[in-house]
């Protein structure tokens, strides 16, 4: 049975890279039938928070990226961790070291100046040191000393690195808290993982983890190490590059189903295909399809393919997320009003939920200004006729229907003897305040009798005004 795990540590938000991360974990069990763990490494106290832990579950939820098993929380698992380090301590495969901060910074500073590597020189391995209650101790891992670790990295191939390269790590601080290396180790190997998807600024710790887990007879996981994420400057993607938690897409405005597109295709790649529904990418998923080279952020492109589920995504869901929107900002339309029309109008031409909802404000809230252009162009002494004709047929409508608005255009039209440009285009300047809405017709029904009255009227006082 495949089981991967995503194990963030709960440091700050869900940032872009390891949503990926999460969503190859996620994507590789999905494809294989097997199980996806969610692990919280939270053993770093001073830097993990609650809110974290909350914004990365957040995070996975907004992205429907489900677990199996978990969320474990490493700080729960203390004992566990406790009882390996005694084991490895009984086997002899880990030691107590007393060298003393100051001896290690002095053992560094030599290495430094005669240009070795910095590594613990092994001082105590063979002291046979018990703890006496009085002396701060590490734990420190037996490192074996001949060989090479050697495995072969879905992503990087193959990967050997001599014995004599890795020097004997701290498995427990001198207060008795595991390290990193450790945890992650025992929690891999409890958790029964097979594959280890992770970035790759963790392809160092991989050899000593894998010594690790043959000190403990664990079978060693397969690997697969992905490229980091670099911003459009080529840079690692950091704060500076703009939004870099995925929450903060949400609010942008950006559909869930567009992020994990877009996000599988920050370092995966099936022929030149670039739209795939979840499903479709469980289907097609594969570690020997990652890339292995570093891919670039790129916000144009997670705009195109959001506004390609804006259009492919059921209407009604994007009409809920619109009034989410909507509400968010102030507005809260009437619950009886159908917006499926108008939304379905401008989803063609808006990148996010939010440039949807802004583009259609004008429906329900007053606009600050006309457009000056398309003010000068239609509202002219020659609107005030029509604009006054349509007020008093307005006004005598019974029903408010698209049908019935459009029957009284175009009688305007007729009577006037006009184009319906200069009819419908002084209206809709005075309904939206610019040139551009959806058909003139729809947008008088939808902004409701009392509202398109008033705004008629606007205009009307507007031209005289600009003419007085
Ligand atoms: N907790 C580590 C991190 O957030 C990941 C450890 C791992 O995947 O092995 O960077």
């Known amino acids: 049975m495949i089981k991967t795990r995503f194990a963030p540590s709960p440091t700050g938000v869900l940032h872009v890279g390891g949503a990926r991360t999460a969503l190859f974990?996620?994507?590789?069990?999905?494809?294989t039938g097997g199980k996806f763990v969610l692990r919280i490494e939270d053993t770093d106290l001073e830097r993990s928070t609650p809110e974290s832990v909350q914004a990365i579950l957040d995070g996975m939820a907004w992205l429907g990226l489900d677990c199996d098993e978990g969320p474990f929380y490493q700080t729960r698992r203390f004992d566990r961790y406790l009882e390996v380090i005694e084991q490895l301590l009984a086997q002899g495969d880990a030691y107590y070291c007393q060298c003393s901060k100051e001896r290690l910074d002095t053992l560094r500073a030599e290495q430094m100046a005669a240009?070795?590597?910095?590594?613990?020189?092994?001082?105590?391995?063979?002291?046979?040191?018990?703890?006496?209650?009085?002396?701060?101790?590490?734990?420190?891992?037996?490192?074996p000393r001949e060989g090479v670790v050697e495995f072969d990295d879905c992503v990087k191939g193959r990967i050997s690195v001599a014995n004599s390269e890795l020097d004997d790590l701290v498995i427990a601080r001198s207060d008795g808290s595991p390290t990193y290396n450790l945890s992650v180790v025992v929690d891999d190997m409890d958790m029964a993982i097979t594959h280890v998807i992770r970035g790759d600024d963790h392809v160092n710790n991989t050899p000593r983890q894998i010594n690790i887990l043959n000190a403990l007879d664990a079978p060693v996981p397969v690997y697969a190490h992905v490229p980091m994420i670099l911003g459009d400057d080529g840079k690692r993607l950091s704060k500076r590059?703009?939004?870099?938690?995925?929450?903060?897409?949400?609010?942008?405005?950006?559909?869930?189903?567009?992020?994990?597109?877009?996000?599988?295709?920050?370092?995966?790649?099936?022929?030149?295909q670039e739209i795939f529904s979840r499903a479709q990418m469980v289907e097609l998923f594969s570690l020997e399809a990652l890339n292995s080279s570093a891919a670039s952020f790129n916000t144009?492109?997670?705009?195109?393919?959001?506004?390609?589920?804006?259009?492919?995504?059921?209407?009604?869901?994007?009409?809920?997320?619109?009034?989410?929107?909507?509400?968010n900002v102030g507005i809260d339309v009437d619950p009886e009003l159908d917006l499926s029309n108008i939304v379905d109008l401008y989803r063609q031409r808006s990148a996010t939920i939010n440039e949807l909802a802004d583009s259609i404000r004008y429906c329900f809230e007053d606009f600050a200004d006309y457009d000056p252009k398309a003010a000068q162009r239609a509202l002219g002494?020659?609107?005030?006729?029509?604009?006054?004709?349509?007020?008093?047929?307005?006004?005598?409508?019974?029903?408010?229907?698209?049908?019935?608005?459009?029957?009284?255009?175009?009688?305007?039209?007729e009577e006037l003897d006009v184009g319906m440009g200069k009819v419908g285009q002084p209206l809709r300047v005075a309904l939206t305040g610019g040139s551009f809405s959806p058909p003139i017709d729809q947008t008088v029904e939808l902004l409701g009798k009392p509202r398109s009255l008033a705004r008629i009227d606007r205009a009307i006082d507007y031209i005289g005004a600009q003419n007085g």
């Open 115 to 143: 240009k070795q590597k910095p590594r613990y020189d092994g001082c105590c391995r063979d002291l046979g040191l018990r703890p006496d209650g009085k002396t701060p101790m590490v734990v420190r891992f037996r490192n």
């Open 25 to 31: 974990c996620w994507l590789y069990s999905r494809a």
């Open 241 to 272: 590059h703009g939004a870099v938690g995925v929450m903060q897409y949400r609010e942008a405005g950006y559909l869930p189903d567009a992020m994990l597109n877009y996000l599988v295709r920050l370092g995966w790649s099936h022929g030149d």
């Open 300 to 327: 144009e492109k997670l705009n195109w393919i959001n506004q390609h589920y804006l259009v492919a995504s059921p209407l009604d869901e994007i009409v809920a997320l619109v009034r989410e929107r909507l509400h």
């Open 381 to 413: 002494t020659d609107a005030l006729q029509p604009l006054q004709r349509l007020r008093d047929e307005f006004e005598a409508l019974s029903s408010w229907q698209t049908e019935d608005i459009h029957a009284v255009i175009t009688s305007i039209t």
